[in-house]
């Protein structure tokens, strides 16, 4: 079977990657409206006879009820008026197959019925009808319910005016370095002239997406790899304006294209992750060493201070002996016996900021204790 498939397949329509799909035609649309609206047509036809007196046997009434359930199916298999016609006369002989009978006003029902079905539309509040009339461009039909002309007007196309959204890929494309990437994305478009869009293309929605694969695969052959990954915002507006300048004459505006998943090879990935912890590491140890160099230039900027300052240099030592001792808690603080030559307690101004600290320290010991919190070896600490 394959061999005579490829026998009799054409050579040229084979080469074709997108083959155009095949449309059933609609001239209308059988919906539910039209269902109800058939039923309320066949009831009010056999109340009128059964007021005006025309009693129907059983045979008669089944096979009107056939007939028009059979126009009905065919109708909404393919909407079209030359179906309406088949539809019409395959009830007639449905009809008569069943019933028998030869009164016209039996054979009247399925057609007044089954016309004004079809000729009664709705349209939601979102679509745009494009209606032909003798196979020229008549008008754009709103929302709402309207009557459309049997074998006159036909709808050439329902169009849905709301924002879409559409899912699209490039391939295992290479970027300007030479590196084969895989990118999925998405684009939001809408159209805003429906006349547009059914009148100059063929099918607007595989053009759409068409034309977003072939920009997406020129936008990935034009930027560097480290373009795609850190520009994303920017590549897909450079896509978002090529898009909207082709499709803008078919009445289509592409809103924004937005990238959701960019694939490299594995062998890459992990050279570029090495790179991006070599080159943190690198950073790390550039601001270590900036940082010891602020360090030494401040400890010299102290030397030459404490250089010309000798009491301050001072004052600095004995603050940090405090401050040893203040955190030590009872711990045992061990100071090098030349440390108070190295202070020159001897000196005036070191004895006199010895004596603060200690009665700092005397001071926050008695705040400590409380006016009422001496002891009798407090008393004898006091006494030495």
Sequence with gaps: MTGLQGLFRNPRVSRIKNVPRRVIP?????????????????AGAFGAMHLSGFALSGEE???????????ALLLVALPTWGMLVIALMASWAVLYSVSGSDRAILYAVPALSLLPAAMVNLL????????????????????GLFLLPPFIDRIAARVDTRIRVTDFSAERTLSRDNVPVHVDAICFWMIWDA?????EVQDFLEAVTLSAQTALREAIGSHNLEELLSERDQVGAKLQKILDAKTNPWGITVLSVEFTDIVIPGELEDAMSRHAQADREH?????LGDTEIQLAEKMRRADEYYRDNPQAFQLRAMNMVYDALRQSKGSVVL????????MNLGHPVGLVALQNKLAAMQNREDDQRGPTGDSPAGGEENAR
Excluded: N
């Design 195 to 199: 006349q547009k869009a059914v009148l």
């Design 335 to 342: 100071v090098p016996s030349s440390a108070a030559e190295q």
């Design 61 to 71: 009434f089944q096979g009107v009820v056939y007939a028009v359930i059979l126009g």
């Design 124 to 143: 939601l509040h979102w679509d745009r009808a494009v209606i032909l009339r003798l196979g020229r461009f008549h008008r754009v039909r709103g929302a």
């Design 283 to 287: 950073r790390a140890r550039i601001i």
């Design 26 to 42: 609609r001239d209308f649309r059988f919906s539910t409206f039209s269902f109800l609206l058939l039923a309320v047509v066949c």
